[in-house]
């Protein structure tokens, strides 16, 4: 089956770490790009991050600016979101997504309606809370 594999949420208190991973399963990243979307509760989904894996840019949020990190292994079949400092209002399911590199074309990827993303992952929760 394809579809990226998230892991890595849970409880943390503010002001702490979390890293999540979104692992690719039955396909590779090279010629995606890949987002962090977030939901919480009563909201609309948030793009959060995106990296395209074709020249390795990244795009944020400026929710998150300076806090969170995405990033990817070597290999190109994992890709990390490197969060710090988390707040409370950080609180929700975030999800990985997969787009192609020829559908985003020149877009800005958080531009994107995640509608048109190719892959979503099953979430995992994050919960900031003390």
């Known amino acids: 089956q394809v579809q990226p594999v998230e892991s890595g949420g849970g409880l943390v208190q503010p002001g702490g770490s979390l890293r999540l991973s979104c692992a690719a399963s039955?396909?590779?990243?090279?010629?995606?790009?890949v987002a962090w979307f977030r939901q919480a509760p009563g909201k609309e989904r948030e793009g959060v991050s995106c990296l395209r894996n074709n020249d390795g840019s990244t795009t944020y949020a400026d929710s998150v600016k300076g806090r969170f990190t995405i990033s990817r292994d070597s290999a190109k079949i994992t890709s990390y979101l490197q969060m710090n400092n988390l707040k409370p209002e950080d609180t929700a399911v975030y999800y990985c997504?997969?787009?192609?590199?020829?559908?985003?074309?020149?877009?800005?990827?958080?531009?994107?309606?995640?509608?048109?993303?190719?892959?979503w992952g099953q979430g995992t929760q994050v919960t900031v809370s003390s």
């Open positions: 997504a997969a787009i192609s590199i020829p559908r985003l074309s020149r877009r800005i990827c958080l531009s994107v309606t995640p509608e048109e993303f190719d892959y």
């Open positions: 039955g396909f590779t990243l090279d010629y995606y790009a």
